[in-house]
């Protein structure tokens, strides 16, 4: 078991671009979360999948942000037009849940850093 | 909604030594999770203990234990035996169905 992983570990872009950040989640693991801290703060929720389906988005996702999980397995967030205010670590989790449901814990990757300028 | 109260914002500890790092929180869930995360400078996080609400015994793992008090909602993690690799970001965050609300956290220096 590898770990959760993170690609980049740091974006560099200016204001304006595009970026794309990828999350491969443990294997077998079928809910997948991502989150935003910022310098000083815990971690806010973002989104999470559940398998394929996004289950759930946070009011701090703007529609300039976007995330997918096609076919279950490894997950993107994409910003759209960056802004300066979007710099920050953007974390990624995934959990395993029974078919019973509940809460399971959530193993984070190393994040994306991404710089705005 | 749930809040997550971590009022120590920095916290001190000499080696060898034992500190207890607070947190209060408030949920409308009646079933709920509560966990302890570290997070070491410029590293990710790690999952220091869990704690099932429903449970009365308090979770230990290894050096750390948690003291969880449902009725006052309260959940402090006790590090005993500090070491020097215990300096990090603790974040508390107690959990429902899936999302975790994280605390501020309480950054923790050790002493040699």
């Known amino acids: 078991d590898t770990g959760v992983s993170q690609d980049p570990r740091h974006k560099i872009t200016k204001r304006g671009q595009n970026v794309t950040f990828r999350c491969d989640p443990i294997?077998?693991?079928?809910?997948l979360y991502w989150y935003r801290q910022t310098l000083g703060q815990g971690p806010e929720f973002l989104t999470y999948?559940?398998?394929?389906?996004?289950?759930?988005k946070s009011r701090l996702l703007s529609d300039r942000f976007s995330a997918e999980r096609p076919k279950g397995s490894f997950s993107t967030l994409e910003i759209q037009r960056t802004e300066q205010g979007d710099s920050a670590m953007y974390l990624c989790a995934s959990s395993l849940i029974g078919r019973n449901g509940g809460t399971d814990t959530q193993y984070f990757g190393p994040g994306t850093r991404l710089t705005v300028l | 909604a749930q809040t997550v109260t971590q009022s120590q914002p920095e916290m001190s500890v000499q080696e060898a030594e034992t500190v207890t790092l607070s947190c209060t929180y408030d949920?409308?869930?009646?079933?709920?999770?509560l966990f302890w995360y570290k997070q070491p400078p410029s590293r990710q996080m790690i999952l220091v203990i869990r704690?099932?609400?429903?449970?009365?015994q308090n979770a230990t793992e290894n050096r750390f234990s948690v003291n969880f008090q449902k009725a006052a909602k309260s959940f402090s993690l006790k590090i005993s035996d500090s070491q020097l690799g215990d300096a990090a970001m603790y974040f508390c965050a107690p959990t429902g169905t899936y999302k975790y609300i994280f605390g501020t956290g309480t950054r923790l220096k050790v002493l040699a």
């Open positions: 704690q099932e609400a429903y449970k009365q």
């Open positions: 999948f559940q398998n394929e389906a996004q289950l759930e």
């Open positions: 294997s077998e693991h079928n809910r």
């Open positions: 949920t409308s869930e009646s079933d709920y999770y």
